[in-house]
């Protein structure tokens, strides 16, 4: 049984960081990809990040590059998504997923095994 908990959110002002920390148990993470989404109120669940193996491969949203990158540490397996230039767009609710069939850098929800419950992220002028 894969289990995924995120944590680090939070309220922050608009243009300060946040770092959101993903602890896996049950797999290994660093053999498959490992992805953050987030989602707004009132809107879908969007892609925000992924990163596959040691951490070489990643893959942003546009909205996010530059601003945001997702890192893993092995040795706690343990994925983080460093936030930066924090927009008020950026409130949302993130979640951390895994994908477990091999894809490499997958974007799509469906791509996409096992979910965390979600942390709250609150950007505020």
């Known amino acids: 049984q894969v289990q995924l908990v995120e944590s680090g959110g939070g309220l922050v002002q608009a243009g300060g960081s946040l770092r959101l920390s993903c602890a896996a148990a049950?797999?290994?993470?660093?053999?498959?990809?490992m992805g953050w989404f987030r989602q707004a109120p009132g809107k879908e669940r969007e892609f925000v990040a992924t990163?596959?193996?040691?951490?070489?491969?990643?893959y942003y949203a546009d909205s996010v590059k530059g601003r945001f990158t997702i890192s893993g540490d092995n040795a706690k397996n343990t994925v983080y998504l460093q936030m930066n230039s924090l927009a008020l767009e950026d409130t949302a609710v993130y979640y951390c997923a895994t994908a477990l069939r091999g894809y490499f850098l997958p974007h799509r929800e469906d791509d996409y095994d096992y979910w965390g419950q979600g942390t709250q992220v609150t950007v505020s002028s």
């Open positions: 990163i596959y193996g040691t951490g070489d491969s990643t």
């Open positions: 049950g797999r290994t993470f660093s053999r498959y990809a």
